[in-house]
């Protein structure tokens, strides 16, 4: 039986995609459909890597369906894996509002959120887990399994099965200094964290050294073809402009993604006031409610109340009633802005700002987390300062849209040289050859990094 999950079509058991149940909601194009983006070296590399995991069974799980960049990163992934001959599901865990409010914490801790993790948010977390029969969950012999982030990550302790492969891949700004210092945070963590093969991670600054287990480095992606990174019809752009009553003839700055904390959107609402003291412009702030997000209805209220007499700044929370009217309409905003930004405090990648730049828009966003992986100053965007600085910066763009197309351009071409669908996912599948080939185990290789990106030399804290 089928229930809709945040506009996603999930069976009760948690499954979102399953050849195996003939149950396949999600597709992609023709993986050759890539190549003219791509280029065929890169488009054989992904068939030579999925070649070699061809008989393998491989599971997925995350904590949502819909409203996240992990979601996004499987829409695509999955149904593409399933395609190149990889027999891949995808099932996320389920929980209650109380075990999910334990998880944003447990979520903002890692990230360096000052606070304690009590016996109580672990009684809440190993409950909800414990709750779940290895026939619900794992109703079949994956060989791989594939955890995304700290939600399911207990998950391992009750399911795994022997010669099954785990690796856990951590995609959030974790702070190992911070974790550390936490005792019984770090306790909790490293105590599930070990029983895995390998970890993935997406920036080398973000690995957490002291875990004796193999590490892999591969940044996350976006699929170039999706409907929230394709190409669009200016109108197509156009009524979405007018379903949100948007002036297209004022000039758009634009942040779009999850209302959280960590997001700056208050250092956004700075900067666009200074802006508009100097040259009339309009702010929208696009973004949806993640389930597995209880924390962002509170945040979306505050953003509100700071902003109700301002009628230059508009605050959509786009409906997950439909996923692909949802992707459509952020694609629309995306490329109807002049300038996108992104001043995150903590940020663990920011795949918004991997579209943005793919759809050659000039970002700005903060210096923190992995974003210097892809914002590099005056080149492919700009770094947030203060309010007064970055509004100088956005003015100048606004200006002078020359420049801005010229940035623009440079972004997109750097996002097609290493953030793209096809690439990463055959780094995703190298490595999780490796780990099952035990070219890197855990026994043999607890200290092995292996980076599938370059390795840039960041300061981990600004």
Not at 34 to 60: P, S
Request: a negative charge; proline letters at 6%.
């Amino acid at each position: 039986m089928a229930e809709s999950g945040e506009g996603v079509s999930i069976l009760t058991d948690g499954t979102v995609y399953s050849r195996r149940k003939d149950f396949c909601p999600l597709s992609t194009p023709p993986v050759e459909a890539y190549t003219a983006i791509m280029g065929d070296e890169k488009i054989e590399r992904l068939h030579r890597a999925a070649q070699q995991l061809k008989g393998r069974k491989l599971l997925e799980i995350n904590s949502t369906a819909e409203g996240g960049g992990v979601a996004e990163i499987l829409y695509s992934s999955i149904p593409l894996l399933n395609a190149l001959g990889v027999e891949a599901e995808w099932k996320v865990v389920q929980g209650s509002n109380e075990y999910f409010e334990c998880t944003k914490s447990l979520h903002n801790l890692l990230q360096g959120m000052e606070g304690d993790f009590t016996t109580e948010m672990e009684r809440i977390y190993t409950d909800n887990l414990d709750n779940y029969d290895a026939t619900d969950i794992l109703d079949y012999q994956p060989d791989v399994v594939l955890i995304h982030d700290p939600q399911p990550l207990g998950l391992v302790h009750r399911l795994r099965q022997p010669e099954q492969t785990w690796l856990w891949r951590c995609h959030i700004d974790i702070e190992e200094e911070a974790v550390e210092a936490n005792p019984s945070l770090w306790k909790f963590i490293t105590d599930w964290t070990e029983r895995y093969d390998a970890a993935i991670f997406s920036a080398a600054h973000y690995i957490v050294t002291k875990w004796p287990l193999p590490k892999f480095i591969i940044p996350p992606f976006i699929d170039p073809l999706s409907e929230k990174n394709r190409e669009l019809a200016q109108d197509e752009i156009d009524s979405v402009l007018a379903k949100y009553q948007i002036d297209p003839d004022v000039p758009i700055i634009a942040q779009v993604g999850r209302f959280d904390p960590w997001k700056g959107i208050d250092r956004t609402i700075a900067v666009f006031r200074r802006v508009r003291e100097e040259k009339k412009c309009q702010l929208i702030l696009a973004g949806a409610l993640a389930a597995d997000d209880p924390e962002g209805e509170r945040i979306l209220a505050d953003i509100c109340q700071e902003i109700k007499d301002d009628e230059d700044i508009r605050v959509l929370n786009l409906s997950l009633a439909n996923r692909l009217e949802n992707h459509r309409e952020v694609n629309a905003i995306q490329r109807a802005a002049r300038v996108i930004m992104q001043p995150s405090t903590r940020e663990g990648f920011g795949l918004v700002i991997t579209e943005a730049l793919w759809k050659g828009k000039p970002v700005i966003a903060a210096d923190v987390g992995a974003i210097p992986l892809q914002i590099r100053e005056d080149d492919t965007g700009y770094f947030y300062d203060t309010p007064y600085k970055t509004a100088e910066k956005v003015l100048y763009l606004l200006e002078n849209p020359g420049a801005a197309e010229v940035i623009g351009e440079v972004g997109s071409k750097y996002v097609k040289e290493h953030f793209l669908l096809p690439d990463r996912l055959a780094d995703q599948l190298m490595a999780i050859q490796m780990a099952v080939d035990g070219i890197v185990a855990r026994g043999a290789c607890p200290e092995c990094i292996v980076s599938f990106h370059p390795w840039f030399k960041l300061h981990k804290r600004r």
